[in-house]
């Protein structure tokens, strides 16, 4: 069995810490590099639910998606919710890595994984890296639908794609406007707006959609907006990950088990349809 150096270095290799955000909080949040790794669980969140289930499972290493610690910390004291997620953790041998914004500009990356996911023809990244002679490389990317849908049939298609959670999918712009290409950004995708009008395409699909950025895009004419789940967005990125490692375990004989977690921990659990109010339509008195 390798060592947790190894399958870090590995790791590394697949989204390689320098091309993470400044701001971001990537790499081995806990582990002894000398232990042996025979199981991984990939999962988007380090939450409590996760942890538990990576002991559950006798898992050597959680590889998340998202920071545990992405501003920092003073203490990792259990009497936090974050710092019993890391006591869990250390007590029973697990170690933690993060890959945030270095997989989210990988080749393949998180918006591949969504693109798949949705069934789109990937023609390349929606803000291309300059580091990248092969012009792979990027956040977010520009698709092409496999034939045409109107915007409320592509949002159908996309809620039943992408992993289900309370709020599904929303959309913004005619209904019956036919959509032929899409960008695609898995996560908080509303500061591409203006690389998404430039490349025009005919909608943008991502996450975390606000009122305001989104009215004011609507307003300048951008495309059509669809605003997904954050998690449901960037759960495919799990599966694709989980090949990755298993493409390299294989390369150099180390025998992983490598196992993606089926836990919904997107944070919203409910949704309540908006009736129609006897005289206004909805609209507030």
Known sequence: ?????????????????????????????????????????????????????AVALGADLLLVHHPLYLRGTTTVGAHTAKGRVVHTLVKHDVALHVAHTNADVADPGVSDALAEALGLRVTGPLVPDAG???GRRGLGRVCELPEPLSLAAFAQYAAERLPA????????????????????????GDGLFARMRA???????????????????????????????????????????????????????WGLRTHVSRAVTDPWTAHAASGTHPDHSGAPN
């Open 1 to 53: 069995m390798p060592a947790l150096s190894e399958v870090i270095a590995a790791l590394d290799a697949l989204w390689p810490p320098a091309t993470a955000e400044e701001w971001d909080a990537v790499g081995t949040v806990c582990g002894d590099p000398d232990a042996e790794v025979s199981r991984v669980l990939l999962a988007v969140d380090p939450v409590q639910e996760v942890a538990d289930e």
């Open 165 to 188: 959670t309370a709020q599904g999918v929303r959309a913004a712009g005619d209904p019956d406007a036919l959509i032929r290409t899409v960008a695609v950004c898995g996560g908080s």
């Open 132 to 134: 990248d002679p092969d």
């Open 199 to 253: 490349v025009g395409v005919d909608a943008y699909l991502t996450a975390d959609l606000r009122h305001h950025p989104a009215s004011e895009a609507r307003e300048h004419g951008a495309p059509a907006l669809l605003d997904a789940a954050h998690w449901a967005t960037e759960w495919p990125w799990c599966e694709q990950a989980a090949a990755q490692l298993d493409a390299v375990s294989e390369r150099h004989g």
